[in-house]
């Protein structure tokens, strides 16, 4: 992987970390399905442009719309709608962590529902590592003290396991453009959130900040529309193994953004607890285990 590579990968986790800040914004004027619907609205409408221009067409099978639609409700409606409303009760900096246990649920489920990828003793050792660190993370005495923020954390960890179930689906696409999949995932969650929101939030008798929408706005058409073309980007040149990265680096940037701008804090176990998801992610990646063990043969050998 060349430079240029790291730069989109480090590009890609600001942009995703900042879905999280935006929504730190939005979340204290608009209610969770009305910044959803705003988010996968806009950035279809911006996908599609994309696609004009590059001279692609979207398919128009029902069969394929109806498993964008499936896509949609897995990759957006539900995670997106979990995160939100898990925001309304926790920090970004928070959810951005809880958010980076989606691998963690990805190879869990990978090796009951695929044939390809079953457990081995490096990811079963990173999965146990993540979940001590979830653990912390949530606290001890949160679990014997059940209340509205930790439902907030477990609509988080919610979103992450229906992230890692759309990760899995979605290999059924492969032969279509990345690209044309994304628009058309978007499309079907626009189609799915329009009732929802207008129902239940009835929005129209919201009376936002201009802060608030231009929070709406770079969720969209910044943290959405232009993170995936960046993520096929990568996808393409890179390959899937090395965008688990990116997992890696969202919660750095979220914190930060938290820290800085919503003027969030977090407590000691926050950090503990991120250190150990890194080291279960680490450990469930491989290459840097992989590597260690290489140089420590050759430095054996050389003895």
């Not at 988080?156 to 229906?162: H, Q």
């Not at 329009?194 to 709406?216: N, R």
Request: with cysteine; proline share 4%.
């Amino acid at each position: 992987m060349g430079f240029h590579e790291w730069v989109l990968i480090v590009l890609l986790s600001i942009l995703w970390g900042g879905s999280f800040f935006f929504v730190g914004v939005a979340v204290k004027d608009f209610p969770p399905f009305t910044i959803v619907l705003c988010r996968v609205a806009l950035a279809s409408v911006i996908l599609l442009v994309v696609i004009y221009v590059k001279g692609n067409t979207m398919p128009s099978s029902l069969a394929l719309w109806g498993g964008f639609i499936v896509m949609g409700a897995l990759n957006n409606l539900i995670p997106f709608s979990l995160i939100v409303w898990g925001q309304t009760h926790i920090g970004s900096g928070l959810a951005s962590i809880l958010n980076g246990t989606t691998p963690i649920f990805s190879v869990i489920l990978a090796h009951f529902l695929t044939k390809e990828e079953r457990l081995t003793t490096n990811r079963m050792s990173g999965v146990l590592v993540g979940w001590v660190g979830v653990t912390v993370l949530i606290g001890i005495d949160s679990l014997r003290n059940f209340g509205i923020e930790m439902l907030g954390q477990f609509a988080v960890l919610g979103a992450a396991f229906s992230y890692a179930y759309a990760a899995i689906y979605g290999r059924r696409f492969k032969g279509l453009s990345p690209l044309v999949v994304a628009t058309g995932m978007l499309c079907g969650s626009t189609i799915m959130m329009t009732p929802m929101a207008l129902f239940i939030d009835q929005p129209w008798h919201l009376s936002p900040s201009g802060y608030t929408m231009i929070a709406l706005f770079g969720l969209a058409a910044i943290s959405t529309s232009l993170a995936y073309i960046i993520y096929f980007r990568i996808l393409a040149t890179a390959g899937p193994t090395n965008l688990l990265l990116v997992t890696l680096l969202i919660p750095l940037s979220a914190i930060l953004l938290g820290i800085m701008v919503l003027g969030e804090r977090l407590e000691w176990n926050a950090f503990v607890g991120m250190g150990l998801i890194f080291i279960g992610l680490i450990a469930i990646d491989g290459r840097l285990l992989k590597r260690f063990k290489r140089k420590e043969t050759a430095w054996y050998y050389k003895i």
